[in-house]
């Protein structure tokens, strides 16, 4: 065992997390002269305190490039839009507590707060004249006027049973009935409806009543607003027991075209969507374009006004149906799919100035691509194809920009022509830490298996290797099931860098069931998330040790997060080649999971419900909890404390299980965290979790 690795500052360091630099929402001036985009990164503000940024800047696309900001670093700005002239910024921003719109000209000045509204406002969407701004609000079930039209969910009540006093409190309604728990029938109900309206208890009736972090019992409905900038007035043309999002504006600015679905069963019961079109001035609001067992949203009008591009998928079996990109004439007629054959999910549809064709993007194949579309013959031709990953982009008349990963860098922008001919790299928000930095490389390989599947998988060696010397070798999986890794996928370019750092090699593949490959290869995890998915990253690692003879097949180590913490303990429940392994955020109990997290719906979606014929049986065999007694592997379990996508007693089970057992096993618990810890989390508590796996590896290794 060898516990003393030393610091070297020629390899990436753990707390390298904080220099990092990514960019998004890349949007190019109407003259084609810079690019705006929000830059996210993270300000050390003490010992072992940090706080994320994230703040429009600008660059000129013209050598040298030059950046400044746009807004201040004191506050954090999203989702923000340049208007069609390009004289004012729109952005949201937090103010006491709630999100509003700001309005910021280009030319410089001070942002000035655009709407007030109560439950706050954001997503602004530029009208086509740069007067008016669309936007978004959300509102609780209480504070619509009226009844749904479905069944009240409360098993023997009716809406009106009681007086709702989050009404009340919010000025919309007047108390008629006193409180009283021993009075009437009536006064019995709206005591209660006291209590629930201050949360204490918390009454549920949703079939999605779990957030990310906590329970969400109230639903809430998305509604569309318009302000005018100039007078700041503003109004809602949404209502009802719908919501409307991703709305855009009509060329001639009469209509509001939006995803939105209307019908007679509760929302949490249907992840159905259709194109709404809303008249501005009568509000009356129609569904414009629907598909049987299809959903279809986020309509964008071409250039010419002569299309309407809509994103979707078939919602029969959303697990492995693949997102597309179709279009149809401004009228609703006409419609297809140009996606369809490249059997990819897609998003991100940007219409060139021509109106002749779409970019999109995509996972595939270790990257994340970007395409090009033929409206009129469906053709399809890729722009950027190798294993890099291309991210935020956009594109004004012949230019294009875009966000890059790459192995050397994680992220730096690019501009190019439309065919990305002699790209230039215009950003070097990451070069000066990197400098000197020795990175490991990733090798790429496929192998065959002996059911058909083809798998994709990289090798990653130490950042120093010596002649003759064998290293202990991490062997890190993907979570989903449905993720895609490979080099141009940025989530992981610090973990392996570190891990390759500290003297580990690193291999990851895309077993069945990864995005990225098309429909037949995702579904290829039906009712099989143990054996199959664990017998192809198994196999990668073997075939890896075949092809380098600096791996050390006696030091093999474990880990992945979510299904990839799952897939760590189905492993270690089968196979005692690993010196010791770490799951995290996993789910390890199918039943279990069912009630308890709130991606259940990828237990139906991949066995079916439990009582239905021979599914429990499916389900408990595909559980790792089913085989915990084999465990011998030393094993480190870790969940947020408020993790509710996966249930943060699935690990209690797990652990409680192998502690009852006697088994080598430990488990570490982060406070106040949900399952974006490692992406998203509190920034002392992400480098705490990277310095947790090396040291707990370090444990049971035996460094050259």
């Not at 300000?43 to 429009?56: F, P």
């Not at 069944?151 to 709702?164: T, V």
């Not at 982060?670 to 989390?681: A, M, N, V």
Request: net charge negative.
């Amino acid at each position: 065992m060898h516990l003393a690795i030393g610091q070297d500052n020629k390899k990436i360091l753990i707390s390298d997390l904080t220099k990092i630099v990514q960019t998004n929402n890349h949007q190019i001036s109407p003259d084609g002269n810079y690019v705006y985009f929000v830059k996210n990164h993270i300000e050390v503000t003490g010992e072992d305190s940090y706080q994320y940024k994230s703040q429009i800047w600008k660059t000129e696309l013209k050598a040298p490039f030059n950046s400044t900001p746009v807004t201040s670093s004191d506050y954090n700005v999203s989702s923000f839009t340049l208007s069609p002239d390009g004289k004012h910024l729109a952005f949201t921003r937090a103010k006491d507590g709630k999100a509003q719109i700001y309005l910021l000209p280009t030319a410089g000045g001070e942002s000035q707060q655009l709407t007030k509204e109560k439950n706050g406002a954001f997503s602004p969407v530029w009208s086509p004249d740069s007067k008016k701004i669309l936007f978004s609000v959300s509102l609780p079930i209480w504070a619509i006027e009226g009844n749904p039209d479905w069944e009240q969910p409360r098993p023997g009540r009716a809406y009106g049973d009681e007086p709702n006093y989050k009404a009340i409190q919010a000025g919309l309604a007047k108390e008629e009935i006193k409180p009283n728990p021993d009075g009437s029938l009536e006064e019995m109900r709206a005591f209660l409806a006291k209590n629930n309206s201050k949360n204490d208890p918390k009454v549920i009736d949703r079939l999605n009543f779990l957030g990310e972090l906590d329970l969400n019992p109230e639903l809430n409905f998305s509604h569309l607003g318009i302000i005018d900038v100039q007078s700041g007035e503003s109004e809602i043309i949404t209502k009802g027991f719908q919501s409307f999002f991703g709305g855009t504006w009509s060329p001639d600015m009469q209509h509001i075209y939006s995803s939105s679905l209307f019908n007679d069963i509760h929302p949490d019961e249907t992840n159905h969507t259709e194109v709404w079109k809303i008249n501005i001035s009568t509000k009356e609001a129609s569904k414009f374009f629907g598909l049987e067992n299809h959903r279809v949203g986020n309509p964008s009008f071409s250039p010419d006004g002569r299309w309407i591009a809509v994103g979707g998928q078939n919602v029969e079996e959303p697990s492995y149906n693949q997102s597309m990109i179709g279009v149809m004439r401004a009228d609703g007629t006409g419609f297809k799919w140009i996606t369809e054959s490249l059997d990819r999910s897609v998003s991100s549809p940007t219409w060139t100035a021509d109106s002749q064709s779409i970019y999109f993007t995509g996972a595939s194949n270790g990257g994340f691509y970007l395409w090009k579309a033929a409206v009129n013959t469906g053709k399809i031709d890729p722009v950027i194809s190798a294993q890099v990953g291309v991210g935020s982009f956009d594109i004004v008349g012949q230019r294009l920009v875009y966000a890059l990963t790459k192995v050397e860098h994680i992220s730096e922008i690019f501009v190019a022509d439309l065919n990305n001919r002699n790209p230039q790299q215009i950003s070097t928000w990451n070069q000066g830490w990197l400098a000197g930095k020795k990175l490991s490389k990733p090798s790429f390989h496929t192998l065959q298996t002996a059911d058909g599947f083809e798998i994709e998988y990289w090798v990653m060696p130490p950042a120093e290797v010596k002649a003759g010397v064998k290293y202990p070798t991490i062997l890190n999986m993907h979570g989903g099931p449905s993720a895609m890794w490979g080099p141009g996928e940025g989530s992981m370019w610090h973990e392996f860098q570190v891990m390759a750092a500290k003297g580990y090699g690193v291999v990851y593949a895309n077993p069945r069931g990864s995005g990225g490959y098309g429909k037949a290869f995702q579904k290829g995890n039906f009712q099989d998330w143990g054996d199959g998915p664990a017998a192809d990253v198994l196999a990668a690692l073997d075939k890896a040790t075949e092809q380098y003879d600096w791996i050390d097949k006696d030091q093999y180590f474990l880990t992945g997060g979510s299904y990839a913490g799952y897939l760590t303990a189905w492993i270690v429940g089968h196979d005692h080649r690993f010196k010791a392994a770490f799951a995290q955020r996993g789910v390890y109990e199918l039943t279990f999971f069912l009630g308890e997290g709130n991606a259940w719906r990828l237990v139906p979606n991949h066995f079916g419900y439990p009582w239905e014929e021979g599914v429990k049986e499916i389900m408990d065999y595909n559980s790792p909890q089913t085989y915990v007694q084999n465990i011998q592997t030393p094993l480190l379990i870790k969940h947020g404390d408020q993790d509710l996508r996966t249930g943060v007693r699935q690990s209690e089970l797990l652990y409680k299980s192998l502690k009852i057992l006697g088994k080598p096993v430990e488990y570490v618990r982060y406070p106040g965290e949900g399952h974006e810890l490692s992406r998203s989390g509190a920034i002392h508590r992400r480098i705490d979790r990277m310095a947790r796996i090396i040291e707990f590896f370090e444990r049971y290794v035996e460094h050259p």
